[in-house]
């Protein structure tokens, strides 16, 4: 164990999620018998769930409802949960005090026995994760698959064998944490780079460079996997001091996974192989494409059957809460795509389903990410689409934006009237899409309490009738 009984641990941001960053580290820390204080600006009542996980150790200590810079003065070592930003106040003390700054991941990373493949990008780490997950699992591989998928690593750590392999997708927040630290996966994935979190970085190539943190310290014996379709991907793939398999759309001279004549092909053991048309892929759309190729070279360096491979490319569905459909009734579709929190991330789920007669009834609209919609407000213009808009601090910028190009976006000031009124609209043929292209703060906990209300409302619609008119 790299940390010492006698460590003692400041958990900076207990957060919310029952299996997240914060609460599963101090469970790690409390199952060990470190001195921990558990600190959060939320009060007690608004992370309640977490806090009655930990209250049978009589060593956690918990300092709630605000900020205290003292905490750090206490504390040996300090976990900062991702949502904790560079600006807080008992960071910078901490960091001014010399202390040791560690997250889930750089704790796993240190620990874990077994091979280990992180994922990061500004879209597709999720599904790409997850697929990469299903690959090893087919080929009866044991694979644990977590990090910011909602499930800390910490959670299943001591599970962890040697022939196993841990999967895991890693944010920008994350990974500011475990490049301090020097530390990157055996295997890193890096999808792409796109305008995102630009409130909280000093423009794209600082962004970039937290997101290079998964490459920046892997061994000579490591894989790095990067797009090379991507110009800051392909920018720090010469940087690498692991070896370098790229995936592209078109085969490149470095490519090892591309498209040609229509089949997804890969470079693997010497030879070229073929594994599925690309009119077979279970996930539709071309960043899924993207996507499955890198995936497919991924988990075939970590040691996935090319059977199994094949399967999983035909077969594997997605994750929750990304372009999913939640529901039909009367032929109109309902589609939640709440992890959407940037402008790019709407255009892709508005090209997917605003391409046929019927009209797409978009809910969106949040808080506010300092990010260009331009290039959303254009490929909006050009589709059957009514406009639901949801208050919070995007939506001066947004229906500004919007009016413009002579969109009208409708205001809402909850999701439930925002889907009232898409529905009341909607005809057969119609899609009812959530795709938010904003943050989810003030309406929400977070996104999935978004994508969770969304879903309970479609639900309870379905259950209630007949369509109204």
């Not at 698959?145 to 909602?150: A, D, R, S």
């Not at 591309?258 to 693997?268: A, D, E, N, P, R």
Request: charged fraction near 25%; aromatic fraction near 8%.
């Amino acid at each position: 164990m790299t940390f010492p009984k006698k460590t003692k641990i400041l958990i900076l941001g207990l957060g919310s999620y029952p299996q997240g960053t914060g609460v599963s580290a101090a469970l790690y820390f409390a199952k060990r018998g470190n001195e921990i204080v558990v600190a959060d600006q939320k009060t007690a009542k608004e992370v309640a769930a977490n806090v009655k996980q930990l209250k049978k150790f009589k060593k956690v200590a918990f300092h709630l409802g605000g900020w205290r810079v003292e905490d750090a003065d206490w504390a040996d070592l300090i976990i900062k949960n991702p949502g904790v930003r560079r600006s807080n106040d008992v960071l910078k003390h901490a960091q001014k005090l010399g202390k040791r700054i560690e997250n889930d991941i750089s704790i796993f990373l240190r620990e874990a026995p077994c091979l280990t493949v992180g994922v990061t990008g500004t879209r597709g780490k999720t599904t790409t994760t997850a697929w990469i997950g299903d690959m090893l699992k087919r080929s009866g591989i044991k694979t644990f698959v977590g990090g910011n998928i909602t499930v800390s690593p910490l959670t299943f750590l001591d599970k962890l064998k040697k022939k196993d392999v841990a999967v895991i997708e890693l944010s920008s927040w994350l990974l500011e944490t475990t490049g301090v630290n020097g530390l990157s996966p055996d295997i890193a994935v890096w999808t792409n780079v796109m305008n995102d979190h630009l409130n909280t970085y000093d423009g794209l190539y600082d962004y970039a460079e937290a997101k290079a943190q998964i490459m920046r310290h892997q061994k000579p014996n490591g894989i790095f996997i990067a797009n090379l379709d991507d110009e800051y991907v392909r920018s720090y793939a010469g940087e690498s001091a692991a070896k370098v398999l790229g995936f592209s759309k078109n085969k490149k001279q470095s490519s090892t996974a591309f498209i040609q004549g229509g089949w997804l092909t890969v470079s693997h053991k010497g030879k070229k192989l073929k594994l599925l048309p690309t009119t077979d892929v279970g996930l539709k759309g071309e960043h899924n494409v993207m996507n499955a190729l890198a995936a497919s070279i991924a988990s075939l360096s970590a040691g996935a059957k090319v059977s199994a491979v094949r399967e999983s490319l035909g077969l594997f569905k997605g994750m929750p809460y990304r372009q999913e459909i939640v529901g039909h009734k009367n032929g109109v579709i309902f589609v939640d795509d709440t992890t959407s929190t940037t402008p790019d991330a709407a255009i892709a789920a508005l090209e997917a389903f605003a391409r046929g007669k019927g009209t797409v009834h978009w809910i969106c609209g949040g808080a506010d990410k300092g990010l260009d919609y331009a290039k959303m407000i254009k490929t909006a213009k050009g589709k059957k689409i009514t406009i639901h808009l949801l208050v919070g601090t995007a939506f001066d910028r947004l229906q500004k934006a919007f009016k413009s190009k002579g969109l009208k976006p409708i205001k809402s000031t909850s999701l439930k009237q925002a889907f009232d009124r898409a529905v009341k609209q909607a005809k057969p043929g119609d899609v009812v899409l959530l795709s938010p292209a904003c943050a989810s703060f003030g309406l929400f906990k977070n996104e999935f309490d978004r994508g969770d209300q969304f879903n309970r409302l479609v639900a309870g619609f379905i259950r209630a009738g007949k369509m109204r008119a």
